[in-house]
């Protein structure tokens, strides 16, 4: 028997066909073209989703600088009118804050209760603007439990809004003890 021989036939780049390389160009450009979509996609989503946290960071922002600028006028206040409900509603929630702007539907609210708190607990004073419309008086204590006979206070701000980021509720608040010594005017 005679040995067999084999024979290896490399392929040569030059020597395809015209039909031959038609063929592969439209599939790698089919590949490509698919790999450039799927990117392009991914850039899309990314950027929608980096925008929808910048929008939620400015509301966030908006809602602190609201909050402090809330506090500041209660600060700045005498003590008579940090325990008055009339001269909160008259003197710190009568205009909307610049910052209000930017958040969608914002409801403000400042309660003011005893420092410390007194058993048995009593009606606190609480004051809301809400989104539309004149500030509110909600509670105020009895006259016979006055705020202004304590020598301390606990001021709570809260601001609540709904994002415009799928439409969910939103909220911050802060606290602050003021004390009658701090407030001399």
């Known amino acids: ?11 040569k ?4 066909t015209a039909q031959q390389l038609t063929g592969s160009i439209l599939v790698e450009t089919m590949v490509a073209t698919s790999l ?14 980096c925008m929808g946290m910048l929008r939620s960071q400015r509301e966030t922002i908006s809602s602190s600088q609201l909050l402090q600028e809330r506090l ?7 003590w008579t009118q940090v325990t008055s409900g009339a ?8 205009t909307p804050s610049s910052q209000a702007a930017y958040l969608n539907g914002v409801v403000e609210t400042i309660t ?9 607990a009593q009606v606190p004073l ?12 909600i509670s105020e204590p009895v006259a016979e439990f006055s705020l202004r006979n304590f020598t301390a206070v ?29 407030l001399l005017k």
């Open 13 to 16: 780049f030059g020597t395809r």
């Open 112 to 120: 003011v209760t005893t420092y410390p708190p007194v058993t048995p």
């Open 154 to 182: 606990r001021v709570d701000l809260r601001v609540e809004w709904k994002s415009n980021q799928y439409g969910r509720s939103r909220s911050r608040e802060t606290s602050t003890i003021i004390s009658l010594g701090g």
């Open 72 to 78: 500041e006028e209660i600060r700045s206040s005498g």
């Open 126 to 137: 609480k004051v809301t603007r809400p989104a539309t419309g004149a500030p509110v008086i």
């Open 36 to 49: 450039v979509a799927m990117v392009m996609a991914s850039l899309a989503t990314t950027s929608s989703v």
């Open 1 to 11: 028997m005679a040995p067999t021989v084999l024979k290896f036939n490399y392929m």
């Open 87 to 94: 001269s909160i509603r008259d003197n710190v929630l009568n």
